[in-house]
């Protein structure tokens, strides 16, 4: 079995049903992760309010860079790291990779695939009780802020009103 289709079976413990489509699907051209230097990704984590935040969610895979420079704080405690990605040919580029195995098999770290943003509710409902009362960030890849800012801020808003709603309704029991 190559890399890729351990990865695949790895993921398949999360997402089985994409997970499954993922090596019968054409894509018109390869998809090539984003260069994003170390530098740029220390720049941009800096820049997150990190303070008692329990989970950061972020918009796309990148090159995971992102993900490299969010390896400390992940460490502390019992943090949690959240990909978020609507494009497939980004997660099959990035199951080809080793920094995509390590990714996968990181007990703290998950990735969705969402296709539309109705389908990020499935994600919190899954997420809610690990995540109740606890801070969470919601940020992006530089790439996806700016090339898929409409569907960015509609994912950090949707996230954060379900938080809040399963936290008042929790609460309230």
């Known amino acids: 079995m190559n890399l890729f289709q351990k990865n695949i079976e790895k993921w398949s413990e999360t997402d089985p049903k994409r997970a499954l489509m993922l090596p019968y699907l054409h894509f018109d051209k ?3 992760l984003p260069k994003v230097t170390l530098d740029e990704a220390k720049t941009w984590f800096k820049s997150l ?5 329990k989970a950061l969610f972020i918009y796309g895979v990148g090159s995971l860079t992102y993900y490299k420079v969010a390896k400390k704080w992940l460490e502390k405690g019992d943090n949690r790291l959240i990909f978020l990605e609507d494009d497939l040919t980004a997660i099959h580029a990035l199951f080809h990779t080793e920094i995509g195995k390590e990714l996968l098999h990181e007990n703290r770290v998950s990735l969705y695939y ?18 109740f009362m606890k801070k969470i960030l919601v940020s ?11 569907t960015y801020l509609e994912l950090q808003h949707r996230i954060y009103n379900d938080q809040s ?8 029991y």
Request: net charge neutral; glycine share 0%.
């Open 30 to 32: 390869p998809h090539v």
């Open 49 to 53: 309010d990190l303070k008692e935040t």
């Open 114 to 131: 969402f296709e539309n943003i109705e389908e990020i509710k499935q994600i919190t409902l899954a997420l809610r009780f690990e995540f």
């Open 140 to 150: 992006a890849t530089k790439n996806y802020e700016k090339r898929k800012n409409k």
């Open 165 to 172: 709603l399963h936290n008042s309704l929790l609460q309230e």
